[in-house]
């Protein structure tokens, strides 16, 4: 049962990611727009539980052109409970480039809070060597690390930094029926706790975000009751190892003004479908 509760969790971080893919805020002109802080609260629910887990996604600059993201899902009530408080935070410091209007993601971290001790990936992109430099710890001891070549002509972006590409318009225009296949990063988890060989350029995954053609998009409207709504549905999908979904595939509601009202894991192993709601916005410059 407890392990069942513990999947969750990784269910709450995919709608709380997938819901910063909240729309295009920034035209596209040749004038770059100024990334602001930005932070984000949502309640997650499933079956019955109606505040199973709350998540928390922030970015503010850290000096320069360098940025600091974070998101954080942690359990709550008698899920937290049962999962004795278990929580996930990651962590990505990204660099903004004007020129190329986008984020270059520099550094990614991850840490996963149980009942037994704290897990830990740490993940340096260098661009420049065309390597990313990873560590995978366990109760703070190192397990395993290595070196992986970015795959040729690729921008490889961990999970915050593609988020928020998106938003900002880093990824390209709004475009329905369009598709973005984007590379990330390996499971570095399994990398370190197996005798694998050689890491090599087909380990590092692939997100794609999915934006429907307007029909598609007013047979779901009327399949979920919100034919009435006004704004833009966009799918994304993630490796299916990334947070235990049987499609890997998150579905994402957007607003006229492109702010996430809603997301949905798609038959969530065990669960169905696992839903979040934005609850706090906050927005400064």
Known sequence: MTTHFSAKLFYAAALIAAAVFSGISAPATA??????????????QFLWFTKAAQGRLSIRPIGGR????????????????????????????????????????????KRVHKQEGVERTEAVID???????????????LYGKGHDPIPEGALVEDLISALFNFRIGGLGPVERGRKITLFTLPN???????????SEEEEFQKFEIRIP???????????????????????????????GQETGEV???????????????EDAIFFGDVDGVLVKPKKRR
């Open 213 to 243: 053609t307007a029909e598609a998009e007013r047979a779901y409207r009327k399949r979920f009751g919100r034919s009435g709504e006004k704004g833009l549905l966009v799918f994304v999908k993630v490796p299916k190892n990334l947070f």
């Open 188 to 198: 570095y988890k399994a990398k370190a706790t197996s005798e694998g060989e050689d």
């Open 66 to 109: 360098r940025y600091r993201a974070e998101l954080i899902a942690e359990t709550k009530g008698l899920v937290g409970v049962l999962m004795y408080g278990r929580k996930n935070h990651y962590i990505s410091e990204m660099e903004f480039d004007p020129v190329r209007r986008r984020f270059i993601s520099r550094l990614y971290i």
């Open 31 to 44: 004038q770059a727009p100024e990334p602001r802080s930005e932070s984000f609260t949502y309640n997650i």
């Open 127 to 141: 661009t420049e060597s065309g390597m990313v430099k990873w560590k995978y710890f366990w109760r703070e001891k």
């Open 251 to 265: 579905r994402v509601w957007l607003d006229p003004e492109m702010s996430p009202v809603a997301a949905t894991v």
